[in-house]
C-alpha cells in the first residue's frame, strides 16, 4: 500500500464512522478537498478493494471498510494521543459522586461512559454479576436496522456473561484498554469491543459496530480506568 492509498484508506473510514454510508470517489473530492484526479482515485479505491480492506456493497457506488480495513486503520492510529474534553472529564469525574458504595460508582460510570460515547457498556464486578448500560444505543445504529441483524443481537446479548468469560480469562487486559474486532471476541462478527480488568477482578466492556470513534471512545474509557 502506498502513502497515497494509506491516506484515502483512512479518509474513506473516518467519513464512515461519521456518516454511516458508502464513501465514493466524488464525496473525497468534495469534502476531503483531495487535488488527486477522480480516475486516479477511483483506481486506489479498486486497489483497496481488491487487496481486502475495502468492500463494495451492491446498491451503492461508494465502499465501506471491512474489517481487514479496520484493523489495519487501528494498528496505525496513535492512541495515546487520544483526549477527551474538560466537559467530558467534568461529566465523568460528577458521576462518582453520585453514589458512595464503590460497586455503585462504578455502575454509575458505566452508565456515564455508556451516554459519552453512544455505546453499549458493561460492568462486571464478578464473573457472576453483569450491568449494562446503553442497550438502546447498539439496536439504534444504522447497522443494525434489518430485523434478523436485531435477532442475531438479541441471542448474543442473552447470553452476555458467557460472552464476557474470555475477558476474564485473558491476563492481558490490566495495563490499558484494548481493541479486540470480530472474530477475536464473542459478542458477533459486526461489532468492535474496547475492554479492560483490573487486579480486584472487575470488568469493562464497551461495544458497538466496528464503525465506532476508536479515538474518543478509547480516550473515555481510559479515563474511567484512571478513575476506577
Known sequence: MNERQKQLLNLVIESHI?????????????????????????????????????????????????????????????????????????????????????????????????????????????????????????????EFRALELVADLSQILDHCDQCLNQFFEDDGFYDMPKFLLGKEHDFGNMLAALAFNRDEGSLLVMIGPMRMDYSRNYALMNRVKELM
Open 18 to 142: 461519521t456518516t454511516a454510508e458508502p464513501i465514493g470517489s466524488r464525496f473525497l473530492i468534495s469534502e476531503a478537498g483531495l487535488d488527486w484526479s477522480e480516475a486516479t482515485i477511483r483506481n486506489d479505491l479498486r486497489a483497496l478493494e481488491e487487496e481486502g480492506y475495502l468492500t463494495h456493497p451492491h446498491t451503492s457506488a461508494g465502499r465501506v471498510p471491512t474489517e481487514k480495513g479496520y484493523r489495519f486503520y487501528l494498528k496505525n492510529l496513535d492512541l495515546a494521543k487520544a483526549k477527551i474534553s474538560k466537559k467530558d472529564n467534568d461529566v465523568l469525574g460528577m458521576s462518582l459522586k453520585e453514589a458512595t458504595d464503590p460497586e455503585l460508582q462504578y455502575k454509575h460510570l458505566a452508565r456515564t461512559l455508556a451516554e459519552l460515547s453512544g455505546e453499549t457498556v458493561f460492568f462486571a464486578p464478578s464473573p457472576n454479576k453483569v450491568y449494562f448500560a446503553g442497550l438502546s444505543n447498539l439496536f439504534a445504529k444504522p
